[in-house]
């Protein structure tokens, strides 16, 4: 939830594109636990669920929309493509993807990617910027985290 909480206040919603975050893990690592705090910091007012079974999940946010996609029940690219997301890759708009691997070339790159690994009573988490959007939220994440210590 700590670091959910982080990549909410470190994103930024400027330029003309969308932020993707993309969430690794195995089942129970804590994807959905981490969009629901981001989610949450961004000023989601409903309750966040877990897209597991919808699919997709939309929120309205104080900046923009926030997208949340389960792709684990996919088989391939093409099933992403038959959702109709195309619209939301709009600026102002914030993909949170769990499982994005099963979407294949379907989805845009991410400007970050999460791994969580659960350990034990614990989580770990593996974080890369994967463009040069990310390479900026990922410094702003590691200053928070910085200052916090």
Do not use: N
């Not at 994807?31 to 877990?50: D, F, N, P, Q, Y």
């Not at 997709?56 to 923009?64: P, S």
């Amino acid at each position: 939830m700590r670091l959910g909480a982080a990549l909410g206040h470190s994103c930024t919603w400027g330029g003309d594109a969308p932020r993707l975050l993309f969430l690794s893990g195995e089942l129970g690592a804590g994807k959905t636990t981490l969009a629901a705090a981001m989610l949450e910091v961004l000023g989601a007012t409903e309750t966040v669920r877990s897209p597991s079974y919808a699919l997709v999940e939309t929120y309205a946010l104080r900046e923009g929309l926030g997208v949340h996609v389960d792709c684990y029940r996919l088989s391939d690219a093409q099933e992403f493509e038959q959702l109709g997301l195309r619209d939301y890759f709009a600026p102002r708009t914030l993909w949170l993807v769990e499982w994005p691997e099963r979407a294949g070339a379907a989805l845009p790159p991410a400007d970050l990617t999460v791994c969580l690994r659960a350990l034990g009573k614990g989580r770990s988490a593996e974080i890369e910027a994967a463009s040069r959007v990310g390479e900026g939220w990922l410094a702003r994440l590691q200053d928070a985290f910085a200052r916090q210590s």
